[in-house]
């Protein structure tokens, strides 16, 4: 196992290795396997491909990002312009129902509202709109129609895990009610936990998971 000093010296490479990443400006702290950065960057999707970066680290037990964005003089653009970006990028995107999704934006943070069938769909909408210059941060808050009942739900991300041939499927516990998700148990690292939370996510009928796996040896 990783001390704290090993995992923030890798945590620094990686972020180092990452090409679409300005770590110069990024502070690294690790306590008990959680990583905290902190500091400023240029643009959203930065912020956003920090944290892949981290989750890409094998020993990290969790991550605090208390990074802010702050724009670089290219990036900044007028509310208008960048609703009107999320507007074209969310019609151009072949998986997203952008008759579904409205958009808002105040001060650089973009809103997402609306209601969807799938969960990809959620996701890819959010994708669509991390990318654009002058985004400062964004609230998602697309819900899922429910099209299936709990027990379903269950045996779905049940299957989903045993299907996918994760080590730890059979110490994760799955609680339903509604189209909410809890998860419980033991995974081995943060990826395998992640990876989880995706397969719960894409079940039919989830509006959100709850995650409380616990990272152990």
Same mark, same amino acid.
């Given at each position: 196992?990783?001390?704290?000093?090993?995992?923030?010296?890798?945590?620094?490479?990686?972020?180092?290795?990452? &090409?679409?990443?300005?770590?110069t400006?990024?502070?690294?702290m690790? %306590?008990?396997? +959680?990583?905290t950065l902190?500091g400023?960057l240029?643009s959203?999707?930065e912020k956003?491909a920090?944290?892949?970066?981290?989750?890409?680290v094998?020993?990290?037990?969790?991550?605090?990002?208390?990074?802010d964005?702050?724009?670089?003089?290219?990036h900044k653009?007028?509310?208008?312009?960048?609703?009107?970006?999320?507007?074209?990028?969310?019609?151009?995107?072949?998986?997203v &129902?952008?008759d579904?999704?409205?958009?808002?934006?105040?001060?650089?943070?973009? %809103?997402?509202?609306?209601? +969807?069938?799938?969960?990809?769909q959620?996701?890819?909408?959010e994708?669509?709109?991390? &990318?654009?210059?002058?985004?400062?941060g964004l609230?998602?808050?697309?819900?899922?129609k &429910?099209?299936?009942?709990?027990?379903?739900?269950?045996?779905?991300?049940?299957?989903?895990l045993?299907?996918q041939?994760?080590?730890?499927?059979?110490h994760?516990?799955?609680?339903?009610e509604?189209?909410?998700?809890?998860l419980?148990? %033991?995974?081995h690292?943060?990826?395998?936990?992640?990876?989880?939370?995706?397969?719960?996510?894409?079940?039919?009928?989830?509006?959100?998971?709850?995650?409380k796996?616990?990272?152990?040896?």
């Amino acid at each position: 196992m990783k001390t704290d000093s090993q995992l923030k010296a890798n945590v620094i490479d990686e972020l180092a290795w990452d &090409p679409a990443i300005n770590a110069t400006g990024i502070g690294v702290m690790v %306590t008990d396997g +959680v990583v905290t950065l902190t500091g400023h960057l240029n643009s959203f999707a930065e912020k956003e491909a920090v944290e892949r970066a981290i989750q890409r680290v094998d020993g990290v037990r969790g991550i605090a990002l208390e990074l802010d964005v702050k724009l670089a003089a290219e990036h900044k653009r007028s509310d208008s312009e960048i609703a009107q970006a999320a507007a074209t990028s969310l019609r151009l995107n072949s998986l997203v &129902p952008y008759d579904k999704i409205k958009v808002l934006v105040e001060n650089g943070w973009v %809103t997402l509202s609306g209601e +969807v069938d799938w969960s990809y769909q959620l996701v890819r909408a959010e994708q669509c709109i991390r &990318p654009l210059a002058g985004v400062h941060g964004l609230y998602n808050r697309i819900t899922i129609k &429910p099209r299936a009942s709990g027990r379903n739900i269950g045996e779905q991300i049940t299957a989903a895990l045993t299907r996918q041939a994760m080590r730890e499927a059979r110490h994760i516990s799955v609680e339903v009610e509604g189209g909410v998700v809890t998860l419980k148990g %033991t995974v081995h690292s943060l990826a395998e936990r992640e990876a989880a939370v995706g397969a719960a996510f894409s079940a039919q009928g989830v509006s959100r998971v709850v995650d409380k796996l616990k990272i152990g040896a």
